[in-house]
Every structure is written in C-alpha cells, then in structure tokens.
C-alpha cells in the first residue's frame, strides 16, 4: 500500500508546499518545530482543507482540488494517534478500545486479543485511563486506534509528551506496530534517534518544503543530508545480528563486514537489529590499527568525501553491505588522502552505542 502526497496550502507567513511518497512501512516527517509536519498528517486526515492538493491511499482518492473531491474524515478510515493519548477518562481500557472497533467496516476488525497481545496492554484491560503511566495510555491510544482497522496510521509524535523512561518502554512496542502489521504509518518526530530506530522511509521538511526524501539508511548515510539533521546527530544505521553473548557482558554481533562487540543487548541470539552509528563516534585508519582498546574494526572502502566550509570532513563508507558515516577534519581526512576508493578501516568503540540506538530490524 503507498501513500501519495501533494499539497500546497497558505497560512500568514507560511506556506506549505509537499509532495512525497510514503511506501508500506513507518514514513518518518521529521524537521524542525513549525517545519510544517504537523500540518501535512492534518490535511492527509481532513482536519485542514488544503488550498491545492492531491491525497490517495493506494487507488482511494481521499482529496483532489482538481475534481473538488474532499472525503470527509469519517469516511477515510485513517487513524490519529496525537501527542496526548486523548481516552475517555470514564472508560476502562477494554472500554475505550472497544470503542475504537466500532469504526471498523462490519467484517473487517480487528481481534481485540492480538492488539492487546502485541501492545502488552492485557494486564491494563480493567484500569481507567487516570491510573495509567504516559506510555501506559499511548499504547493503550494505538491499539484504540488499530482496531478501527484504519487504512493508515497518523502519529504526530506520540513520544513528545514522555519521559526518557517512557520513551525506551513505548519504543518496542511501535517496532512491533511496524513489523506486525500491514497498515502504513506517517510518523512526525523532530528526534533523530526515534527516526534512525522505527523508520523505513525519511521525508526531511524544513520551512513548509520536502528537503530530502527516501530509505532511511539510505538517507542518514548521505554526507549532503547530513548538515539538515544537525552534524551532532549525523550518523547511519546498519543491520546486524546477535551471534553470542560473551562472559564479560558484551554481547558479538555479525553485521555484513565483520564482527563487532556492544554492551549487553537483552535480545534472543539470532536476532536482527538496527544499529546506529554517530558519524562522530567513528575514526577512521588507512592501515589496521594495532593496540587499540576500541574492540570493533571494520574494514570498508570510501564512496564519498564531503568538505565542509568550515574545518570538518563528512566521508561516506561502504562497510560489507552497508553505508556508514563519519565525521572527520578536513586535515585528517588530507593527511589520510581519503578520496572515492580508498580501502580503510572504520573504528568504532563498544560503548560509544547507546541502548537508545539499537532497535528491532523488522522483516
């Protein structure tokens, strides 16, 4: 199923001007605060009239300014997950879910017990929203959502309003949303972390306009994308899978270019992650190194350098099957004669990857 965008719309000040693709999967809007984000899943959900436009879901026409076609928003079937878990406070769980269902086509729902299951909500079916953690009425809001059994999913960052505790239990779970399921997810966030561990597709807005937009790893490893998501969380994902969990408290994965050894990941041996790498966390060596007390080495060959107007160097890496980044000085990265071709050696320390940045690879 893909979703097709194209929307112009002026505000005093601002105007938004979009048009992207969103494929199966989670499609990340990330941009700044007041990039238009919010704005473009209002208008794809019918809240906001756009001045010109087109929005489909697959061969259903939900807004077109040419034909003056502008389904309302009960007749969309779209779920909208908002920052705010907005339940019925005199509902139960099971109440407030429930409710949910009673907009699903007749035939076509959802079964209450795998939403349930897959949300880990069971325990919380007899509790009323007042006596649930933040994360606790955000999974509890999704699966109100899921079983209306929408064609797609709006989330407008449903992690904004929670702690960081909250934040790493909530995270699964959409993993789970993402993998377990067939409905597309527009997902707006401004945090790259969330983007690099839940999102298949990327759309970068900045000032009302698509910047950049494609995979996700595709786009995180480019060195020209990088000065858009800020030098400090430039960075790629790379896919690895969990071979063994050492004595020491590490746990070895293979990732296609070699082994490497991270801190304990609470994972089933076998399992497939994606794992973040900051471009600033990775040096780079045009021979092995020796006596190093960084454990992870990966050999790779260069496809990019990218200088920068000030002192700074993005050099773009092929590591096996996957692209990296890093981030280096303009006189080392002379000094090493970095250029298109060259073999080295991607050095990354073990603990420079946070649990943050390690999430489910999805199928």
């Known amino acids: 199923m893909t979703v097709s965008v194209q929307l112009k719309h002026a505000f005093a000040g601002f105007t938004l001007d979009v048009a992207f ?60 997950v908002f920052q705010e878990a907005r339940l019925f406070p005199h509902l139960s769980v099971r109440q407030n879910l429930l409710y949910g269902r009673r907009f699903a086509p007749k035939g076509d729902g959802v079964a209450l017990e795998r939403v349930v299951e897959m949300l880990g909500i069971g325990p919380l079916l007899p509790r009323r929203p007042g006596a649930l953690s933040g994360g606790e009425k955000q999974r509890v809001a999704i699966g109100r959502a899921l079983l209306a059994r929408p064609r797609l999913l709006l989330m407008d960052e449903p992690l904004a309003a929670l702690d960081e505790a ?12 993402r993998d377990q399921t067939d409905i597309p997810i527009l997902y707006v966030s401004h945090s790259m972390a969330e983007v690099a561990r839940l999102a298949t597709t990327l759309v970068v807005m900045e000032a009302g306009r698509v910047l ?26 790379i896919i690895a899978r969990i071979a063994a969990q050492e004595e020491d408290g590490l746990t070895r994965l293979e990732t296609s270019a ?16 994606r794992i973040r790498i900051h471009a600033h966390d990775v040096i780079l060596s045009r021979t092995r190194p020796q006596g190093l007390s960084a454990l992870n080495i990966l050999p790779a060959v260069v496809t990019e350098v990218r200088l920068g107007d000030g002192p700074g160097a993005l050099v773009q890496l092929r590591a096996g099957d996957d692209l990296m980044l890093a981030r280096v000085t303009r006189r080392s990265a002379q000094a090493l004669d970095l250029r298109a071709g ?10 420079s990857v946070s649990r943050d940045d390690i999430g489910a690879a999805g199928v």
Not at 166 to 177: G, N, S, T, V
Not at 258 to 270: D, Q
Request: glycine fraction near 10%; aromatic fraction near 4%; hydrophobic fraction near 45%.
């Open 166 to 177: 909250r934040k790493a239990e909530i995270l699964p779970y959409l993993e789970r949303l």
């Open 258 to 273: 070699g082994a490497i050894l991270l801190p304990r990941v609470e994972a089933p041996l076998g399992s497939t992650l």
């Open 342 to 351: 060259s073999d080295c050696f991607a050095i990354v320390k073990s603990v």
């Open 212 to 237: 950049r937009a494609g995979p996700t790893n595709a786009l995180l490893s480019a060195p020209e994308a990088a000065q858009g998501f800020g030098l400090r969380e430039a960075g790629a994902v």
């Open 21 to 80: 693709e969103a494929p199966a999967g989670v499609t990340a809007l990330f941009g700044r605060s007041g990039s238009g984000k919010t704005t473009v899943i209002n208008a794809v959900s019918g809240l906001l009239r756009p001045d010109q436009g087109r929005v489909a879901v697959d061969d259903l026409l939900l807004f077109d300014s040419a034909t003056r076609r502008n389904l309302p928003v009960h007749r969309r079937r779209l779920g909208y």
